[in-house]
């Protein structure tokens, strides 16, 4: 037996690791991963949707690279994921600045300054030959005329893709803009969620991160809505794994209604509720995995509230299984054990927030205007033949038309569209809380007509015909007309 050394082919494996699963959203944070390594406090993305060939820079203000620190990081498996990794070290495989760059365009440029000393390096995937991984490193000439070279101060790191042809999707120029410029985009709000934490200042011994994508800031996103004085936090717990400690923490995110219009729209407009309820997974700080329960629970609505906030330290990365896109964890035995105690507590919750509106409403209606009859495990609403105003209209009918009456209210509650409502109501539940807008005019003319209903003789009280009107939600957020209504008529 004899052994042969059998390196990969060069254009051939480059070519298939293009295909590992990137986005731009997960790529772009793979590369920021690297100047939160190098202890950046601002990171600029540059791409010009407009530009008939554009280009994507990401610039850093972080400690930079020497010459030969820059060539072996653009080496494919720099490091050995194995290796112990400095605390603050996001990286792993020591493959993200090539993968995720290439998963994008087909020429990466770097360009570091360090001590005011410049170094860059490129790699061309269509300059690759079949067996020579080769690279082409500048000279301080060479760097000046990069793109983007002149946002980089004396220390910082500018990281260039050219060649996107997986970011414009090789489109015409009519629709290339409009794609690039909805990535973008898209972008920002993925990294609003994934570095949340470095954004808001929360990591310990780190400065704040700020983003900028083509000079807009990008804010935080916090999908435990801790800033909102609702949102009920559960007591932290921890799990000790090889003497590594996991630290685990429950959030019930409040009620729609709880939340203004402003933060609904914000989270509307970045997750679902109920897509994103589970576990958030953060490694040193950083978002990996999000919106699962790891298969120990299926997603509902009796789980739509709850998030469950899990840290684990760089040393346990082998144990979490973390893919090499950081899109992807999974808990270790000891964690999931804990995470199902955790779950059985907080669905109860989560459940009693999400419902609890809803029993809320028929427990304080003395007078409601449907019924709910759960019967056999089944739940079904119909109009209440007993509300005040059903009663009045059906007194001033004859015989055969009260009956008829009767018969067009069941036909009504048996035909509710159920799914449609429940849709609708995922998708948008603020919406539900709008109020009709109808002038004044509009909605005093109602009023005088539930009296004309409800006491054509004048002889009900004041508060009696309040409580009835109040009961149909007609005057809902107009409240101010019913009481001038009574006051005026009564």
Same mark, same amino acid.
């Given at each position: 037996m004899r052994e042969l050394d059998l390196p990969p082919r060069a254009a051939a494996l480059s070519e298939s690791l293009r295909d590992l699963g990137y986005t731009i959203d997960t790529a772009v944070a793979d590369i920021i991963d690297n100047s939160i390594a190098a202890n950046a406090t601002k990171?600029? @993305?540059?791409c =010009?949707?407009?530009?008939d060939n554009p280009t994507l820079a990401i610039v850093d203000n972080g400690d930079g690279m020497s010459r030969s620190t820059l060539v072996e990081a653009m080496r494919y498996g720099s490091k050995n994921p194995r290796a112990s990794r400095k605390t603050g070290d996001l990286g792993r495989f020591g493959l993200g600045l090539k993968t995720a760059s290439f998963s994008q365009c087909r020429r990466l440029t770097v360009v570091s300054a360090q001590d005011e000393k410049v170094a860059g390096a490129t790699w061309d995937l269509d300059k690759l030959a079949d067996d020579a991984w080769t690279i082409s490193v500048l000279d301080k000439r060479d760097c000046q005329k990069v793109e983007y070279t002149d946002h980089l101060g004396p220390h910082g790191t500018l990281v260039l893709w050219e060649g996107l042809d997986r970011l414009t999707e090789q489109q015409t120029e009519a629709t290339q803009s409009a794609i690039v410029s909805e990535k973008l985009a898209l972008l920002g709000h993925h990294l609003s969620l994934v570095f949340h934490r470095f954004l808001s200042g929360e990591v310990p #011994? *780190? #400065? #704040? &991160?700020? @983003? *900028? @994508?083509?000079?807009h800031r990008v804010l935080p996103f916090d999908p435990f809505c801790r800033g909102n004085k609702a949102t009920s936090p559960q007591p932290p717990e921890t799990v000790d794994i090889n003497g590594s400690l996991v630290q685990l923490q429950a959030y019930i995110l409040p009620h729609h209604s709880k939340l203004s219009r402003n933060e609904f729209d914000f989270y509307r407009g970045r997750s679902d509720f109920l897509s994103n309820q589970g576990a958030y997974v953060y490694r040193s700080g950083r978002l990996m995995a999000w919106g699962d329960w790891f298969r120990l629970i299926p997603k509902g609505e009796s789980t739509k509230l709850a998030r469950v906030q899990i840290d684990f330290p760089a040393a346990l990365d082998e144990l979490w299984t973390i893919d090499i896109k950081k899109a992807r964890a999974q808990p270790p035995h000891e964690v999931r054990e804990k995470l199902k105690q955790i779950i059985g507590r907080i669905a109860y919750q989560s459940s009693r927030v999400h419902s609890g509106r809803g029993r809320k409403l028929f427990e304080s209606d003395a007078m409601p205007m449907w019924s709910r009859y759960p019967v056999n495990g089944a739940i079904s609403y119909r109009p209440s033949a007993d509300h005040p &105003?059903?009663?009045?209209?059906? =007194?001033? &009918?004859s015989a055969q038309q009260s009956k008829n009456l009767q018969t067009l209210l069941q036909a009504i509650g048996s035909s509710i569209p159920v799914e449609a409502i429940y849709s609708d109501y995922s998708i948008s539940p603020k919406d539900f809380d709008e109020v009709d807008p109808e002038s004044v005019e509009a909605i005093r003319g109602k009023i005088s007509q539930l009296r004309d209903v409800l006491d054509p003789s004048r002889t009900m009280s004041a508060d009696h015909f309040r409580r009835i009107v109040k009961s149909t939600r007609v005057v809902e957020g107009s409240e101010r007309l019913l009481t001038a209504y009574i006051d005026k008529e009564f």
């Open positions: 990171v600029d @993305i540059w =010009e949707p407009d530009d #011994k *780190r #400065k #704040k &991160l700020a @983003i *900028r @994508i083509n000079g &105003l059903v009663q009045s209209f059906a =007194e001033s &009918l």
